[in-house]
């Protein structure tokens, strides 16, 4: 007795996993829209979806292949922008991973063990944005005294601030990338440590547990960018 055929869902699947485009066309002409750009959602944006090393052609000429096929042009039309997004998408953070992992090596706390690698950049992130909130934060209160004393006094639209030891930044941007290079980093660390569990990021014990001399607390002060005073 024969087995029962693979629902197309299913076969979507596992054409994607292989890179296998004549199984994936084949399944998109039986599926519905909806299920179509469900699984592209799902096999995408999972954290499997990124190829942190090796080759990726293989990967990039299948999603462009089945993205521009007659296929999904006439049936799946209206999901196409989307989907080419996330494969764009993709193919950015790949590079910016590949940035990210060009220059890990070359910080200081690249020596160290990978828990207080993770945490070390956590820190330093935490670093970084303190010292971003408290330059808002001295803006914030000029603005608020000219206001109280009947002062007439632009909002302004992008908080500009004069950082402790740098230049004068656009907060809102200073936060967001902060944020963004943390987040990619941890993604790297997260492939290089092995930290991924069932798609979720699991992280390291807290370095302060290890009570090791290298660090005060939560962070080797040196290894967020931060001087101590005497």
Partial sequence: MSAAPKEPRKRLKEAIEKFDLPAAL??????????VAAVLDEKMAQPGAYQIRGNRSKRNKFYDALLSSSVMSGEHDSIRPYANEINEKIKKIEKCFDEIRDSLPKCDISQFTGDIQFWSHVARASCELAGLDSAGNKEWGKIEAKLKAGIPTAIPE???????????????????GIVEALS??????????KLLHDGKLVAPRNARDYRRPCLQGWLNPALCGVVERP
């Fill in 26 to 35: 084949a399944a998109l002409e039986e599926m519905e829209t909806d299920k």
């Fill in 158 to 176: 992008a908080l500009m601030a004069q950082l402790e030891h740098g230049g004068i930044v656009n907060v809102d941007a200073a936060y967001g």
């Fill in 184 to 193: 990619l980093t941890l993604k790297m660390l997260s492939f290089e440590q």
